[in-house]
């Protein structure tokens, strides 16, 4: 096991910065998580980690140790791809042992290594095939075997699972959380998948454009998001926003439509804010909780759930989302009575799109 920090690092690509002075420090058997959208430098980030791309400017230190200048089989790190990476014409059981071999460890060792492995993993019964015979599912896991059978400093995973259905990314996912739980090695791990970070990690690194936006707990990043965007990436479904303005005395936020939400100390007066709502903070129903504003608002869309309903709503010229008990009986385009929490609104600056304190 071991720290990872991350000090200024830039990447540089020809004339295109992708990766602007990220500072990061993931403690000593931690499991981290990149997140962001496509483009946003969070696989270019961990490939710098493993030593596959070059660090134009700043320092990686893994365990103590500045690794900028040493190949990736010197860091004592295993990295599990997206696509595998499996040897085709080589068993489950010579896959998983393969690198332990190639580092001189015995056969006896490497027997026991793939043993423990493939009993975490629970492929015992799979160490005579050959990849071409496993589904996706179960190549995964034996590519996470083979990291295992390392025995590393660090693990680095890089969207794992993006190339499985729904279910056995669900399944995958708890392995993954197993096996933290189990050897308590450092992890680091590259998803866009919102619902990935915010199960599986101990805090969330937020990218965009190469930015880092936000570095917390998956509490943290719900329920206090430093930005917008933050707010509006992370969640399932995420917050939505509506714009609304500071009256003269700042005592008071309106909709365009006349929509009235109380203010907080220190709003500019006249001053128009974007103020974000996650979904269960916008409910069927006047006063469906305590300090709720209701308002008025048009159904646009409805997605039955089974245990509940969201529904895409128009409120004074704004689309939120909320959650509606599934036997409520709406349908799309009914005109209906909603509750805004209005204690559990962020607010934005509209310039910047930075969090305004609460």
Do not use: W
């Amino acid at each position: 096991m071991a720290a990872v920090t991350i000090r200024k690092v830039r990447k540089v690509f020809g004339k295109v910065e992708v990766i602007h002075g990220v500072d990061l420090t993931f403690g000593d058997g931690e499991f981290v998580v990149l997140v962001g959208p496509s483009g946003c430098g969070k696989s270019t980030l961990l490939r710098m980690i493993a030593g596959l791309e070059s660090v134009t400017d700043g320092e990686i230190d893994i365990g103590g140790v500045v690794v900028n200048d040493l190949a990736p089989r010197d860091r004592d790190i295993a990295m599990v791809f997206q696509d595998y990476a499996l040897y085709p014409h080589k068993s489950v059981y010579d896959n998983m042992g393969f690198g332990l071999k190639m580092r001189g460890a015995s056969a006896a060792e490497i027997e026991e290594r793939v043993k423990e492995a493939s009993e975490v993993l629970q492929i015992g019964h799979l160490l005579d095939r050959r990849p071409g015979q496993l589904s996706g599912g179960q190549r995964q896991r034996v590519a996470m075997g083979r990291a295992i059978v390392r025995r590393p400093k660090v693990f680095l995973f890089d969207e794992p699972l993006s190339n499985l259905d729904a279910q056995l990314r669900a399944e995958v996912r708890i392995e993954i959380k197993k096996l933290h739980q189990r050897f308590g090695t450092s992890i680091v791990y590259v998803t866009h998948d919102q619902v990935e970070a915010m199960t599986l990690a101990d805090r969330i690194a937020v990218l965009r454009g190469g930015h880092l936006e936000q570095f917390a707990t998956p509490d943290e990043i719900y329920n206090k998001p430093a930005s917008k965007f933050v707010a509006g990436f992370m969640g399932s479904p995420p917050m939505s926003f509506a714009r609304l303005t500071a009256s003269g005395d700042g005592k008071t936020l309106s909709m365009p439509s006349g929509v009235v939400l109380p203010a907080r100390a220190g709003l500019s007066a006249g001053r128009a804010y974007d103020a974000g709502f996650r979904p269960e903070h916008v409910k069927l129903g006047a006063d469906a909780f305590a300090g709720a504003v209701n308002t008025r608002a048009r159904v646009e869309i409805l997605e039955p759930l089974g245990a509940e309903t969201l529904a895409l709503l128009s409120i004074g010229g704004a689309l939120l989302t909320g959650r509606f008990p599934p036997q409520a009986g709406v349908r799309s385009g009914d005109e209906v009575t909603v509750s805004l929490g209005a204690a559990e609104m962020h607010l934005f600056d509209t310039e910047t799109g930075r969090a305004l304190a609460a």
